[in-house]
């Protein structure tokens, strides 16, 4: 459970979200949660599709901080947080349902976490090699 990547909870929020929508919902990612009066007189409006940003953001630092450790566990979670990034692009490219902005912004956060992932563990294996 431990290898598991996060980011495949939005994956799979936004497919139940896409079930819903393809069974005849309507669009449930611009459903507004809540809003807010602002001091300037503006109004602040939260949606769904800006809350399940903010969750796979939150998810992405999840992961950042999880890729710093150095063990065969981080080669798997690697992997596994490609194999989640590959889903997200074959279902971008594939599925009419994943072709949003919503969407492409998620698997975007995706390839993020995959590059960085990589980028902290190589920087880390080679301080560890210079430290022998």
């Known amino acids: 459970m431990a290898h598991l990547p996060l980011m495949i909870v939005p994956l799979i929020l936004y497919n139940v979200g896409l079930i819903g929508f393809l069974g005849g919902g309507g ?45 065969n566990a981080s080669l798997v979670d690697h992997l596994l947080s490609t194999l989640v990034f590959v889903i997200f692009l074959v279902e971008f ?24 992932g990589f980028s902290v563990s190589l920087r880390a294996a080679s301080r560890d090699v210079n430290l022998r």
């Open 27 to 71: 669009n449930p990612w611009g459903g507004v949660l809540f809003s807010m009066p602002m001091i300037s007189g503006g109004t602040w409006s939260m949606t769904l599709a800006d809350l399940m940003i903010v969750i796979a953001l939150v998810l992405l630092f999840i992961e950042l901080i999880k890729s710093t450790r150095t063990s």
């Open 93 to 116: 490219l594939l599925v009419e349902g994943a072709a949003t902005s919503l969407f492409f912004v998620l698997m975007f956060i995706a390839v993020v976490d995959v590059l960085a």
